[in-house]
Nanobody, 124 residues
Framework: QVQLVESGGGLVQAGGSLRLSCAAS????????MGWFRQAPGKEQDFVAA????????YYADSVKGRFTISRDIAKNTVYLQMNSLKPEDTAVYYC?????????????????WGQGTQVTVSS
């Protein structure tokens, strides 16, 4: 089992930045791909970004490319999502997820472990 805890959400004005963190504990000695997803009120959960176990390859949704950066610190068992140039449409609950395979996907159904989510609110 792996436990994931997100932090770093909050309220920010449009154009501002936030950095989300996802700390993993438990059986973290196994290799995992990691992803970030988000869900706005009344909408489906959407893929945001993902990263391979080594961190060598990253994937982004078109809506966040050039603004968000996913990274990971294997020694700290932590994944980060740096969010810059935030827009009101980025407002959502952001979830961290882990997959028991080194290659990530953009589908939430492929992930095995989930955090509880952290709220990000961007005001206009």
């Amino acid at each position: 089992q792996v436990q994931l805890v997100e932090s770093g959400g909050g309220l920010v004005q449009a154009g501002g930045s936030l950095r989300l963190s996802c700390a993993a504990s438990g059986r973290t000695n196994s290799m995992y791909a990691m992803g970030w997803f988000r869900q706005a009120p009344g909408k489906e959960q959407d893929f945001v970004a993902a990263i391979t176990w080594t961190g060598a390859t990253t994937y982004y949704a078109d809506s966040v490319k050039g603004r968000f950066t996913i990274s990971r610190d294997i020694a700290k068992n932590t994944v980060y999502l740096q969010m810059n140039s935030l827009k009101p449409e980025d407002t959502a609950v952001y979830y961290c997820a882990a997959r028991r395979i080194v290659i990530p996907t953009t589908s939430q159904y492929d992930y095995d472990y989930w955090g509880q989510g952290t709220q990000v609110t961007v005001s206009s």
